[in-house]
């Protein structure tokens, strides 16, 4: 693993349990791969601009990728294929991902580019890698309490797989305005979580 790919996408950044924990899960990450460097890239402090007509002209048309209206998407793709993991720390904003991560979305999933449409549907075109996606939320919306519907699992799912990426995990944070001692369980129960995946064994401990 030579470069990770870090998306924070909440409106608080690193102050959140959220992005806390993704800041373990990457220094676990590092710890086993001391050489891996991490391009971290927040997306609601340093939003991305709004997409506009010459972007979308320039899809219809099917431009070449250095057109100059194609830059951003260019740059996020690149930055893609050019990491070995992606982790991405998101808070679920009315019921999905908040608006700084779909407009990465909307820049990353580009036909042509980062998948294929054929007769079978759409093929992801980017390698698959180990990629989490942290997320927190003040109710809760999976388990016995959950008292709203996740299109957040679902749809981030989905459009990862379409881009080529399947190897995926989901580390959930909820309910987390129940107070401290609930969130320290929710972190607790998150980095037990974490132990258990491969890919973030310590050195020495896969076979």
């Known amino acids: 693993m030579q470069r990770i790919l870090l998306l924070e996408c909440g409106p608080f950044g690193r102050q959140s349990r959220g992005s806390g924990l993704a800041?373990?899960?990457?220094?676990?990450?590092?710890?086993?791969?001391?050489?891996?460097?991490?391009?971290?890239?927040?997306?609601?402090?340093?939003?991305?601009?709004?997409?506009?007509?010459?972007?979308?002209?320039?899809?219809?048309?099917?431009?070449?990728?250095?057109?100059?209206?194609?830059?951003?998407?260019?740059?996020?793709?690149g930055e893609l294929e050019g990491s070995d993991c992606l982790v991405i720390a998101t808070p679920m904003h009315n019921f999905t991902v908040p608006a700084a991560l779909?407009?990465?979305?909307?820049?990353?999933?580009?036909?042509?580019?980062?998948?294929?449409?054929?007769?079978?549907?759409?093929?992801?075109?980017?390698a698959d890698r180990p990629t989490f996606v942290v997320v927190s939320s003040g109710g809760f919306y999976r388990g016995e309490q959950a008292r709203q519907p996740d299109f957040l699992t679902s749809y981030l799912r989905h459009v990862l797989s379409t881009i080529g990426i399947?190897?995926?995990?989901?580390?959930?944070?909820?309910?987390?305005?129940?107070?401290?001692?609930?969130?320290?369980?929710?972190?607790?129960?998150?980095?037990?979580?974490?132990?258990?995946?491969?890919?973030l064994a310590a050195p020495g401990v896969l076979p």
Do not use: C
Request: negative net charge.
């Open 23 to 77: 800041q373990e899960l990457v220094e676990r990450l590092r710890q086993r791969h001391p050489q891996a460097q991490v391009l971290e890239r927040d997306l609601a402090s340093e939003p991305l601009p709004a997409l506009a007509a010459a972007y979308a002209e320039a899809l219809v048309a099917q431009a070449p990728g250095d057109d100059p209206a194609l830059q951003v998407s260019e740059r996020l793709i």
């Open 102 to 126: 779909k407009l990465w979305i909307d820049y990353v999933l580009r036909i042509g580019r980062s998948f294929a449409a054929t007769e079978a549907g759409k093929v992801g075109l980017l």
């Open 166 to 199: 399947h190897d995926l995990e989901f580390i959930h944070l909820q309910g987390l305005v129940r107070g401290q001692a609930h969130a320290e369980a929710m972190l607790a129960q998150a980095r037990a979580q974490l132990d258990a995946n491969p890919h």
